[in-house]
């Protein structure tokens, strides 16, 4: 009876180990985070009068994030991707980059990015791309 008692408290005492560890290590992991994310947030709004992105240029550094927040009353998005514009010349990645989209934005949406290659980005918002609402993000190294 007491070997048996003796195995159900080593067993506890090894999950009680084994817990501990786990909770330590996700502690070591949350400190961590915010040095692996040190980048700022930089926000561009949407506009619909006329429709804009505010600013329309950006610059930032590689491991910085742009948020687009739509703020209007209407349907917008962000594409760098040549297959989704009407005109491709509207929109254009540094080598390397790989495009993104953020599909149609209700009001109120937003979608954020973070950049790891540096150059210049040429985006474009699909709905109203043939009014000239496109924008630039420059990243520096």
Known sequence: MFSRILRVRKGRAIMAGAA??????????MTSTPALAAGKTVVVKMSDTPPVYLPAKVTINVGDTVEWDNNASTLHDVTTDADNVQKP???????????????????GGKFSYT?????????????????GMVGYVTVNK
């Open 89 to 107: 010349a509207d929109v254009s990645l540094p080598p390397g980059a790989k495009a993104f989209d953020s599909g149609f934005m209700q009001p």
């Open 20 to 29: 501990a560890f786990a909770l330590c290590a996700g502690a070591a992991l």
């Open 115 to 131: 950049f790891t290659v540096p150059g210049t980005y040429k985006y474009a918002c699909v709905p109203h791309e043939m009014d």
